[in-house]
């Protein structure tokens, strides 16, 4: 029987109607790089979702989502402000500073989530030749730590950063997790509150791999987007295969059908071991974080692999526990028995 | 009815037994970034062709092996010697000056294939602070002009190369094809011959998606192979899925019979229209490039898409067509009739 | 007659001795790029300080010492750890992640000095290829709030680096008032007390314009950096004349007279104020930093202008007032007179 | 007696007016970073030259000057065109390509003096993300090869570079000895030539050291150009000693006397040694390429070092010899003897 585990959401596989969309595009020859019907239709149902005006672009994975949307829209003395727990700050080997050529200016926050009021203790050397200036303010929907922005929350963002001329980008490798538990379309909580650049995150909602680049008018424009995703090593020469898992993905309900199932899972796990772990932080979307003794770990994660995030103090740690588009009740029910056995005991 | 061309062998779709591979990976859960049996695997299928001490990493794209292969020998004030001709210096958008950080240095050629005699008007400066030092010689194989190097011509440049202190890196795009075209097993003609680094193509070849840096020791060692991929936004989160492609394509034949087809098809093209149009280098491989009337070449691509690829003079153009794994002779037959029929007009 | 302020140490002008110095080498010509004896006199008198195995290499200014000598110890994955008023972090707009390639990790610190437990925090993730790699601590010495570490405290750091394969950087714009404010000599509390990179600043001490990146062996060295000088831009054509700076500051007392002075003045200004205003930071070096009510800001900087550093709440300003070599006991008098002139005010 | 010798005018020290200059500059403090009034007046003297719109800002060096000047009026995806033999293709350590981010596509020429016709074998791909797009033609003036482009020679390339939304770079290490050359005010074969982008070189005319990077609207502006110039580390601290250099050579006639006496002495050279050695290229400048049976150069080094340019066949090499702002009709004639004894010799 295949396994099931809770590492990550991306270590899912791909939704079996994903993988009928790539069948179906296997079919003769078309042009590479894009100029084929099914990317054509992809950027489609994108701008559907998004707006006519959106500039979509397809890419490999949400390291280069990331670092080449803020590449457009950025210059080497640009700093992006971000949480100190940010994806692009902790878990991308660099890559934003050495690639998209930005400095990254951090924020501790108790939730991953970012406030005007943390971004104003980096606003500040405007002008000042010596002073990196600030031009990004950078959020990740759902967060790294399974929390997420309300509309209003991203609009105080987008609305200070537009004031002081800059912009807001969010990334969203988690974003249809973020749709879903907000209860509204994607638009609603990007574009229409004010995000200028969009990481549009596929593979960990049942892709088999592929991300998007979205740039919105008037703020976020770059007509030589197409020069900088060539030569950042992310034109697929096949890309019809990304195109087409996108437009099977949002042309209907798909995206939806899968964020909504990580994230009851993870409402489920967090409900049926909430009496004997302490959840770290609110369970917004698809993560579950813990409070776990240490001296329980090994034997927990012999039933199922998972990451320990944080030491909490000498003896707990902060563990994560991601749910996916084909996580099953089942499964958390039975992880759910493992933690309360391993943690019921002395 | 599906459409097949001769614009580029990156039009062709993926090979039924390459998504019959894709289609078995995805059972369950495995943990990401490689660390799966799928990916395991493939490595291990590398390792019987070329060595057990062999360094594999698998990325997206041509672009990126060939960067990230020459970013793991070469410091930034290192250079890399060239055909006028060569992917890396006319295809890639400037990505190896910017991504890789070498400087290239390029050589003219009747035929895109270097020798020692191109490379020689390169070395100097050797030692001088103010001269970037060379220190890779690239080669395509087969050429992005469709010929083809002998196992003595490659030798000839790495014994050359080390001579110097430098590498010998190979564009392996179209390895597969070379190796069918020599008769070789794909070690002969690359480690054997003493190539440092190896682009391994996949994409072109059958795969959805996926090419492969191989490093060769003793020369081309990089520990930090993992974080120079990482940085360089190719390593694949949902790895298994390109593992499983390069397990299908190399465990058994099937990179042989791929390849052979596109091959005899670009002989079977050139024969058929050799009398009516100038063939412009030794069609070696799977390319063909033909001298054509410029004014022919409207009514011709009506019938087929395809790129000139250079103009011969104020009439006549050089044109490519590409043939592909899953081209047939069918296809090849109507199109030469198209070209004899376009061509004879007045 | 001139006028003389505490704006920053590098406001002063050069020294007469060092000017003297660059007359005496307008003799004739010699060789460009350092191959004259004017710039090997220097390397022989930095050799004396530091150690007949030091690597000595002129650059321009205090960014590029900075720059530089991290890029010659550190790959694009590799972090730098520093304190968050750090000037590599705050004052040099993003050059060292553009052009040394790396990433910096910053600790909040009370009075600008580095401890391992700062730097603990951001001791993880090593081996992990989506986590940047630390490789370079790095402390300024005397720091940039006018503070001092002790022999023991760089020796503290420099331990612990070493212990983790990492390196101890030293950003020595203003060494020369460090050596004097600890009485030791140059080498004691740099090369000896565990220091690997060292930024030699002169500029602020007297010339007309040079710095040093030293390089201290077993740790630190780099074969290749004089190509990483010139290909960052450092590479000075008629090098005799930051050579002959070098000599006349080094070869006798002139580095120690310059920083005592400035050390003196600074010292002489916190106790003609210290009852009228709060000291923000120890005075340990040539700085002084005052806490000053922000209405009196304006009047004051009308006798001399001076850097507001930070806001201390809603009407209180930390102000910065540097010493320097130029600096007299009437300047500071007479300044000092006006503090209490304008603080005395309602 | 102090030596002077021909193997680079940048082996002459500094002219007494600018070391005059410097000295009185040196008086009591001046705010850094170029807020200063010397600074201010060296930037005046420039606009008297270039007009009142121009933006000069002042570098350390000539590397500098290029590749900033460059920087600030291209994109990573862009490339600059010039010689084989330009100075930023051979002569800089890939720094252009590293920090100005930029691809050099080169032409073959037979007196370092591109044309149109050069220019055009590179004028394709325009559109295509896999092509790097010209955005620049690059010349030298007077050239590396001592050649000089008239004032019709760079307007033909910069209509042609501005007919295609690029623009024209000077690289102007010794524009000082083409305006003289040439008989002409600065401005008139520059920016009344269509140059956009002007490197303008000081150290080679008797500065003791400073370039500076002149940007001429419309085309080229760069409002952040101070925070490239500061990330590029070329911000000088005590930059009123630059400017007091450039405003002593250029507020009155210094520049020319320099540049006249370089001139003079290289024709005087020429003339002297014609009629026994091969004069390479045209001497139009302050410099002399002579071809020199291999096996007398050591010889002929041995009474004043000098270059050895390049190798002519296998018993011949065109060696350099410069001229420079303190050359003698002596020291000419002492060398041009040596020259003739030398070469006599069986």
């Given at each position: 029987?295949?396994?099931?585990?809770?590492?990550?959401?991306?270590n899912?596989?791909?939704?079996?109607?994903?993988?009928?969309?790539?069948?179906?595009?296997?079919?003769?020859?078309?042009?590479?790089?894009?100029?084929?019907?099914?990317?054509?239709?992809?950027?489609e149902?994108?701008?559907?979702?998004?707006?006519?005006?959106?500039?979509?672009?397809?890419?490999?994975?949400?390291?280069?989502?990331?670092?080449?949307g803020?590449?457009?829209?950025?210059?080497?003395?640009?700093?992006?402000?971000?949480t100190?727990?940010?994806?692009?700050?902790?878990?991308?080997?660099?890559?934003?500073?050495?690639?998209?050529?930005v400095?990254?200016?951090?924020?501790?926050?108790?939730?991953?989530?970012?406030?005007?009021?943390?971004v104003?203790?980096?606003?500040?050397?405007?002008?000042?030749?010596?002073?990196?200036?600030?031009?990004?303010?950078?959020?990740?929907?759902?967060?790294?730590?399974?929390?997420?922005?309300?509309?209003?929350?991203?609009?105080?963002?987008?609305?200070?950063?537009h004031?002081?001329?800059?912009?807001?980008?969010?990334?969203?490798?988690?974003?249809?997790?973020?749709?879903?538990?907000?209860?509204?379309?994607?638009?609603?909580?990007?574009?229409?509150?004010?995000?200028?650049?969009?990481?549009?995150?596929?593979?960990?909602?049942?892709?088999l791999?592929?991300?998007a680049?979205?740039?919105f008018?008037?703020?976020?424009?770059?007509?030589?987007?197409?020069?900088?995703?060539?030569?950042?090593?992310?034109?697929?020469?096949?890309?019809?295969?990304?195109?087409?898992?996108?437009?099977?993905?949002?042309?209907?309900?798909?995206?939806?059908?899968?964020?909504?199932?990580?994230?009851?899972?993870?409402?489920?796990?967090?409900?049926?071991?909430?009496?004997?772990?302490?959840?770290?932080?609110?369970?917004?979307?698809?993560?579950?974080?813990?409070?776990?003794?240490?001296?329980?770990?090994?034997?927990?994660?012999?039933?199922?692999?998972?990451?320990?995030?944080?030491?909490?103090?000498?003896?707990?740690?902060?563990?994560?526990?991601?749910?996916?588009?084909?996580?099953?009740?089942?499964?958390?029910?039975?992880?759910?028995?493992?933690?309360?056995?391993?943690?019921?005991?002395?």
């Amino acid at each position: 029987m295949a396994h099931r585990g809770f590492a990550s959401d991306n270590n899912a596989g791909t939704h079996p109607e994903i993988l009928q969309a790539i069948l179906a595009a296997n079919e003769g020859h078309t042009l590479g790089y894009g100029d084929d019907p099914y990317t054509h239709r992809a950027i489609e149902t994108f701008k559907r979702h998004f707006g006519e005006d959106a500039d979509v672009y397809f890419v490999f994975n949400g390291t280069a989502a990331n670092v080449l949307g803020l590449r457009a829209v950025t210059e080497s003395y640009h700093a992006v402000i971000c949480t100190a727990t940010a994806h692009i700050h902790v878990d991308e080997c660099g890559a934003p500073e050495r690639l998209a050529g930005v400095k990254l200016l951090t924020c501790e926050t108790p939730d991953g989530k970012l406030t005007v009021t943390h971004v104003q203790q980096h606003m500040h050397g405007f002008g000042d030749e010596h002073h990196i200036q600030p031009k990004v303010i950078s959020v990740t929907q759902s967060t790294e730590l399974g929390t997420l922005y309300t509309v209003e929350e991203i609009r105080a963002l987008a609305d200070y950063a537009h004031a002081h001329d800059m912009m807001l980008h969010m990334d969203g490798a988690r974003i249809c997790n973020a749709a879903v538990a907000l209860g509204l379309p994607l638009r609603a909580f990007t574009r229409d509150a004010g995000v200028d650049v969009l990481s549009f995150g596929g593979t960990k909602n049942g892709l088999l791999g592929g991300e998007a680049v979205v740039l919105f008018p008037p703020r976020a424009r770059n007509d030589a987007f197409k020069f900088i995703r060539k030569q950042g090593m992310q034109l697929a020469s096949k890309m019809r295969f990304i195109g087409a898992q996108f437009e099977a993905l949002l042309c209907g309900d798909l995206w939806q059908r899968n964020a909504a199932n990580a994230n009851a899972m993870a409402h489920r796990l967090a409900e049926r071991v909430r009496d004997v772990v302490e959840i770290a932080y609110p369970v917004q979307a698809n993560a579950v974080f813990a409070v776990l003794p240490k001296r329980h770990i090994p034997a927990l994660r012999a039933r199922s692999f998972f990451y320990e995030w944080a030491s909490a103090d000498d003896e707990r740690a902060v563990v994560r526990w991601m749910c996916s588009w084909d996580t099953t009740a089942e499964d958390v029910d039975d992880f759910a028995a493992a933690v309360r056995e391993v943690v019921g005991r002395r």
